[in-house]
């Protein structure tokens, strides 16, 4: 079989799909080997920023998100007692980043994605290894259960303890710990109306977040020691560490049972790699540029990935060239958020939270000015956001 034109995608989470059908679209007969038994997605929400949502338009399914996912209302930032430091009106964040910010399980996602797939084109149960990564006068080699295949272009989607990324880079250091936990948990919450808002405590932070289908997506973070568990159970543990911040945070983990609570410890690629390439093997999302979850860009950044290598598939120097600066210089601003945000000192948590409320009452979208170059981005393909308003999420 010719291997001109192939492409195998290792890894079939929310970056390694977006490549499949990025690639497909460009005419690339694409195989999606996930190690996994199914598809099914970590029970989490997962927030959608302008920039990804037109990495998404590139590929025909910015709308079809825009109407699954719930926009962000307003909303803000709060202390545990429920003082509100800072607002944030939708409106202005919308018009501030040229489109909303949504959010959506990330089941829904996934699945939106492989239904732009041809049937077969995913194939679970099947660990895959990188033999050879290729050259320009040979394929790339990948060997998985059924034999070995070979590609012109092998993209590593694989993950934050990427096996291809030791591979490739076997001199680098791999993750760290970045010092905190989470816990995520997605459950309906009946009778209970809020507004959308991250409360920062003391080495400690919640966000609550509604769901379109009207469920609530919240998630918790806290600085403790790697490894550690709840002697109990998690929901417990978010009890005797929550239960006493504002509402609806009493309610929701009231409304969790034990094992809907979801718990990981946090790694980040401290530091960067030196290349997203080698061979005719990418690397993209976590395996690339795993960073703190302070900024919501880690999803963000892998759909940004995939829409640019298929733009660059031909020339993976440029697809470092486009990527490499840009990640690094969000996955620095995201570990400078975590330290902020997570801060265990009261002085600097009284001055963070004076500062933040002065800012945010004399000048409110001071505050999103770092976000600027983060959401203001634009693919290299068009088109770009249809700025269409689909009924029912304003």
Same mark, same amino acid.
């Given at each position: 079989?010719?291997?001109?034109?192939?492409?195998?995608?290792?890894?079939?989470?929310?970056?390694?799909?977006?490549?499949?059908?990025? #690639?497909?679209?460009? @005419?690339?007969? &694409? $195989?999606?080997?996930?190690?996994?038994?199914?598809?099914?997605?970590?029970? !989490?929400?997962?927030?959608?920023?302008?920039?990804?949502?037109?990495?998404?338009?590139?590929?025909?399914?910015?709308?079809?998100?825009?109407? #699954?996912?719930?926009?962000?209302?307003?909303?803000? #930032?709060?202390?545990?007692?429920?003082?509100?430091?800072?607002?944030?009106?939708?409106?202005?964040?919308?018009?501030?980043? @040229?489109?909303?910010?949504? %959010?959506?399980?990330?089941?829904? =996602? &996934?699945?939106?994605?492989?239904?732009?797939?041809?049937?077969?084109?995913?194939?679970?149960?099947?660990?895959?290894?990188?033999?050879?990564?290729? !050259? *320009?006068?040979?394929?790339?080699?990948?060997? $998985?259960?059924?034999?070995? %295949?070979?590609?012109? =272009?092998?993209?590593?989607?694989?993950?934050?303890?990427? *096996?291809?990324?030791?591979?490739?880079?076997?001199?680098?250091?791999?993750?760290?710990?970045?010092?905190?936990?989470?816990?995520?948990?997605?459950?309906?919450?009946?009778?209970?109306?809020?507004?959308?808002?991250?409360?920062?405590?003391?080495?400690?932070?919640?966000?609550?977040? /509604?769901?379109?289908?009207?469920?609530?997506?919240?998630? *918790?973070?806290?600085?403790? /020691?790697?490894?550690?568990?709840?002697?109990?159970?998690?929901?417990?543990? #978010?009890?005797?560490?929550?239960?006493?911040?504002?509402?609806?945070?009493?309610?929701?983990?009231?409304?969790?049972?034990?094992?809907?609570? %979801?718990?990981?410890?946090?790694?980040? =690629?401290?530091?960067?790699?030196? !290349?997203?390439?080698?061979?005719?093997?990418?690397?993209?999302?976590?395996?690339?540029?795993?960073?703190?979850?302070?900024?919501?860009?880690?999803?963000?950044?892998?759909?940004?990935?995939?829409?640019?290598?298929?733009?660059?598939?031909?020339?993976?120097?440029?697809?470092?060239?486009?990527?490499?600066?840009?990640?690094?210089?969000?996955?620095?601003? !995201?570990?400078?958020?975590?330290?902020?945000?997570?801060?265990?000192?009261? *002085?600097?948590?009284?001055?963070?939270?004076?500062?933040?409320?002065? =800012?945010?009452?004399?000048?409110?979208?001071? %505050?999103?000015?770092?976000?600027?170059?983060?959401?203001?981005?634009?693919? /290299?393909?068009?088109?770009?956001?249809?700025?269409?308003?689909?009924?029912?999420?304003?």
């Amino acid at each position: 079989m010719p291997q001109s034109r192939r492409a195998i995608v290792i890894g079939g989470g929310i970056g390694g799909l977006t490549a499949a059908v990025a #690639l497909h679209q460009s @005419g690339r007969r &694409v $195989t999606v080997l996930e190690r996994a038994s199914t598809l099914e997605p970590v029970g !989490a929400g997962i927030s959608l920023a302008p920039n990804s949502l037109r990495a998404l338009d590139v590929i025909g399914l910015g709308d079809e998100i825009r109407d #699954l996912a719930a926009w962000q209302g307003d909303g803000g #930032l709060r202390t545990p007692s429920g003082r509100w430091l800072a607002r944030t009106p939708a409106d202005a964040v919308a018009e501030r980043f @040229g489109g909303p910010l949504v %959010l959506l399980h990330r089941a829904t =996602l &996934v699945n939106s994605l492989i239904a732009r797939l041809p049937p077969g084109t995913v194939r679970t149960g099947a660990a895959a290894t990188v033999v050879d990564p290729g !050259a *320009a006068n040979r394929p790339a080699r990948v060997s $998985t259960p059924d034999g070995e %295949l070979q590609a012109d =272009l092998v993209v590593a989607a694989d993950g934050i303890h990427s *096996a291809v990324r030791r591979k490739l880079f076997p001199e680098h250091p791999g993750p760290v710990y970045s010092g905190f936990t989470t816990w995520r948990v997605v459950i309906p919450v009946p009778g209970v109306e809020f507004a959308s808002h991250e409360t920062w405590g003391r080495g400690s932070l919640w966000g609550t977040h /509604p769901l379109k289908d009207g469920r609530v997506y919240a998630y *918790a973070a806290a600085v403790v /020691p790697a490894g550690g568990r709840a002697p109990d159970d998690e929901r417990a543990e #978010l009890l005797r560490r929550y239960g006493d911040w504002h509402d609806p945070i009493p309610a929701v983990i009231a409304a969790a049972r034990p094992g809907d609570v %979801l718990r990981h410890d946090v790694h980040h =690629l401290a530091d960067p790699l030196p !290349a997203y390439h080698r061979g005719r093997v990418a690397l993209l999302g976590d395996a690339a540029h795993a960073m703190p979850p302070t900024l919501g860009q880690g999803g963000n950044q892998a759909i940004e990935d995939a829409v640019v290598l298929a733009h660059h598939c031909e020339d993976l120097a440029a697809y470092t060239a486009a990527r490499l600066p840009r990640t690094t210089a969000i996955a620095r601003q !995201a570990a400078r958020a975590a330290r902020v945000n997570l801060t265990s000192n009261r *002085a600097l948590i009284a001055v963070r939270n004076t500062a933040v409320a002065a =800012l945010s009452q004399a000048a409110p979208m001071f %505050l999103l000015r770092g976000f600027d170059s983060v959401a203001g981005w634009r693919p /290299p393909q068009r088109p770009y956001a249809s700025g269409r308003t689909p009924a029912g999420n304003r």
